[in-house]
């Protein structure tokens, strides 16, 4: 019987053949923790007696979610987090360098065949390199960092084919979302999403990301794709060695297989408080929005800020408007420095602030006020999810979020574009 | 088990049961069990008896991996939970904690019904509506980091996930 890209990858890393449904206990190649998850992780790991990380090497903590600490209180976790990282020797990515999220990809500790782990939702991200990479809690973590090895359940996996050609001015962001109104919430549920089809085959890598990073939002508890010559291309500017790309096999057992012909999709908006409540671009503009973010693991890459400059430059955002804009990395920042998009940035009068998680976060960088509507890149817009559970979070592409900043509505940048 | 029922709705996600705002509190549970539900019913704290048992609808606990959301609603007093599915990280964060979570059908309940589950046997009685149903049983496997008391007690009692066990 055929294996798809998961069954396959936890066959190798479990040591014996698998599919959906089994319990297997897998090696692990990458352990995450960050922030006040790592700190819980910590506790979780004295408690259990141990003593040393197994794998220092294939272990890193990262500052993402409170950067620069909003206050002593995380100031004492990031302190305590980081005492445990001196005496374990692990691997270490301090505030102000990224989002995890983004980091790991791109400093290259992610590769085909991987199995990673990471006390984030969004660990699904990775999945874009053709890797088995999933989110888990802070217990689950300190076992791993004892032993190396974690249990998982063997996920069915469903197959989402994008078919056609995608629209100027239509992102991966709204292939996602499009995704979450088809499939709802809960309908990857446990489930792996591999993501296929010429449209992904298009896109960059960069972009690729933001569809597995989101797979969570369905349920899902991995998002995976295959690589192709543009995934090879990608790795070997950041990785050495050999890289072998796991493909699916021709007859590989799919619990549903969907086809989205996107050739005439229109940007996509996720409307309060659900990210599968989701309409046309149509349906949401005009609403009132009086800040915006352009940022988080989901879309605060160097093409998402590509696509805001594009709108921003030479024009300024209203003083009633707040526009908060964050590269995921201190490399994205210097190249956004470089070619000059920070620039347009600030003279459109946008705030920048450090590569963090900011609102998506909900405890530092722009939280909204009550009443308030934000429209945003970010990964979520559960209620109270930037930080106040009595304003509104809408989820749109950066293009999207840049155009409505300068308006103060929701609008579309292609305004005019031929609406079904 | 004995408690009585708190009903809500799908999708109850974990920024419902604690918002990310709370999170640098998150190593005092006490501190943290204040705000538990309070987005979603801000009485939640004030109802809930010890041995207490939350039914919702799908897709329980989507959302962030944040551990102490099942560990929040523990410290208020919930001895289980029951719902048609729940989010995954959720899931393994429960039964990691030591949180017994049942997957059936939910509809029927009320709030305040009084409810009586055997985990062993997987049925479930509610004596005010007078229903009984049969649920799918917790794999044997994590019935066991149950009995330990999660996670931290499987391990001080078997030393490791141990392969042959779960597999």
Known sequence: MGQTIVEKI??????????????????????????????????????????????????????????????ENYARIQQKVERFIKVQGVGFYPPGEGICH??????????????????DSHTCTYGALNAFTTGIGSTDLAVALMSGKLWFKVPETIRVNFIGKLPKGVYSKDLILYAAKKLTVDGA?????????????????????????????????????????????WLKERIDGDITPVFPDADAVYEAVYNFDVSELLPQIACPHAVDNVCDISDAAGTPVHSAFIGSCSNGRIADLRAAAK????????????????????????????????????????????????????????????DENMISTATRNFKGRAGNSKSNVYLASPAVVAASALTGVITDPMEGRNTR | MRGFAHCYGDDINTDYIIAGKYRSICLDMKEMAVHVMEDLDPEFIKKVKPGDIIVAGKNFGCGSSREYAPKVIMEAGIS????????????????????????????????????????????????TQKTRVQFKKIPSFMMTIIQAGGMIGYIQKYGSIDVERIC
């Open chain 2, 80 to 127: 289980l939970i029951i719902a048609p599915s729940f989010g995954r990280i959720f899931y393994r964060n429960s039964i990691n904690s030591g949180l017994p979570l049942i997957e059936c059908n939910t509809e029927g309940f009320h709030s305040g019904d009084e409810l009586v589950v055997d985990l062993l046997e997987g049925n479930l009685q509610n004596l």
């Open chain 1, 311 to 370: 709108i921003l430059e030479g024009k300024r955002v209203p003083k009633h408007i707040r526009l908060y804009i964050i590269p995921a990395s201190r490399e994205i920042c210097l190249n956004a420095i470089e070619e000059g998009l920070v620039s347009i940035f600030l003279n459109a009068g946008a705030i920048l602030e450090p590569p963090c998680c900011g609102p998506c976060g909900g405890i530092c960088g722009g939280i909204p006020a009550d």
């Open chain 1, 10 to 71: 936890l066959s190798v890393k479990s040591g014996r053949t698998c599919s959906a449904g089994e319990l297997v206990v897998s090696d692990l190649d990458l352990m995450m923790g960050h922030d006040f998850n790592a700190a819980m992780t910590i506790q979780v790991f004295e408690e259990l007696g141990a003593r040393k990380v197994a794998y220092p090497e294939k272990t890193f903590f990262v500052f993402d979610h409170a950067v620069p600490a909003p206050n």
């Open chain 1, 189 to 233: 549920l446990y489930k792996c999403i591999e993501f296929g089809g010429p449209v992904i085959a298009a896109l960059s890598l960069e972009e690729r990301m933001t569809l597995t990073n989101m797979s969570v939002e369905l349920g899902a508890k991995a998002g995976i794709m295959e690589a192709d010559e543009k995934t090879i291309t």
């Open chain 1, 102 to 119: 983004q980091l790991f990809p791109e400093k290259g500790h992610v590769k085909p065949g991987d199995v990673v782990i990471g006390t």
